[in-house]
């Protein structure tokens, strides 16, 4: 299944959004064509394509698919609120509608604008990846074993992915590293889709389950730990895919660095603190079972929150396509750039 993930994973073409379906991946390579706003907003709620990157990208190609199909500015307000109530934590989707919103509205030809601003965001994002890869592999040293949670990779934002760019850089300087993927439940962004990445660029790994982190830590096996983020908040404070939070505690715990990726668009220096950033929660149905196949206690209630809050102390630096900046002096350096 040979493809070239930094340009398939998302495009539009002739207005319509095509993209890998990746609730079908590693076992099938498919494609869906998302013919409308309301299509392409339903893909993101699903999870048809999912990562923060990805999801900015595709609210922003959902806005201009608004602008082609509607033509007053309270059915565009309407559609942007529908884009804007799929997945409430990624903070790209909010920067993507509001970024074609407000530079197309009030243009003569702003359905032309709002699809050029899409696709500007894409562009941008392949950018910003390819500089934080290079600014994170500058980390990686020869033989050094890392641990990523979740996806975020060329899936989750174009280009190099954000957690992944590093390691991508790195494979490409012929530093030999290892990757431990944690699965991440319940939706086993990890194994299925990190997994896939890596084996795609032949980067030697093993998928390990969520509650095994600790034991390689303890053992000294992991140097250094990478993972994206949803939202940023001012003071550094990080959303990412539930059980982040916890790998940054035994990171801190056994003095391995651990650091975030993500790209500008990415941090909201509206919201002050981790504890304003609304977390999405899920159907339990995803708790529960695995592929359709009930795994739980039928009659049981299962709790599924998407993402938790890693605070700006657990965090050794936050990579973006700026610079490598302490979280603790996140708000001042956006504030002075
Ligand atoms: O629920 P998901 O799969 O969209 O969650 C994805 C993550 O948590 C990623 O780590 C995050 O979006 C950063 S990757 C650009």
Not at 45 to 59: D, E, P, Q
Not at 248 to 261: G, M
Request: with cysteine; charged share 25%; proline share 3%.
């Amino acid at each position: 299944m040979e493809i070239d993930l930094t340009k398939e994973v998302i495009r539009a073409e002739n207005k319509n959004v095509v993209i890998i379906n990746q609730t079908k991946l590693p076992h099938k390579l498919e494609f869906l064509t998302l013919k409308n706003c309301k299509e392409t907003a339903q893909a993101i709620k699903n999870m048809n394509l999912r990562g923060a990157g990805t999801v900015g990208v595709a609210s922003g190609y959902a806005m201009a698919q608004a602008f082609s199909e509607l033509k007053s500015k309270e059915k565009i307000l309407e559609a942007k609120e529908f884009i804007e109530n799929t997945r409430p934590t990624a903070q790209n989707l909010f920067y993507a509608t509001n970024l074609v919103y407000k530079t197309a509205i009030d243009e003569t030809n702003s359905e032309k604008i709002a699809w050029d601003t899409a696709d500007s965001i894409l562009a941008s994002d392949i950018e910003a990846t390819s500089i934080m890869g290079k600014l994170g592999a500058e980390l990686i040293e020869d033989n050094y074993s890392i641990l990523t949670h979740c996806n975020a990779g060329k899936l989750a934002i174009q280009g190099y992915g954000s957690a992944l760019a590093p390691i991508y850089y790195a494979h490409e300087q012929k530093k030999n590293c290892f990757v431990y993927v944690d699965e991440t439940r319940p939706r086993l962004q990890g194994a299925r889709l990190t997994a896939w990445e890596l084996a795609q660029e032949n980067i030697d790994h093993a998928i390990i389950v969520d509650n095994a982190a600790g034991y390689y830590f303890q053992k000294g096996k992991i140097d250094i730990v990478f993972v994206g983020a949803d939202r940023i908040a001012g003071n550094g404070d990080v959303a990412n895919k539930i059980g982040t939070y916890e790998k940054a505690v035994l990171a801190k715990e056994n003095d391995v660095p651990f650091y975030v990726v993500a790209p500008q668009s990415t941090i909201d220096t509206k919201t002050k603190s981790g504890s304003d950033i609304i977390i999405e929660h899920r159907s339990q149905d995803e708790v529960k079972n695995i592929n359709s196949n009930l795994i739980a206690n039928e009659k049981s209630k299962a709790f599924n929150p998407a993402f938790d809050i890693t605070p700006a102390k657990y965090i050794t630096g936050i990579i973006t396509e700026n610079g490598n900046y302490k979280p603790d002096n996140l708000y001042n350096n956006l504030c002075e750039s």
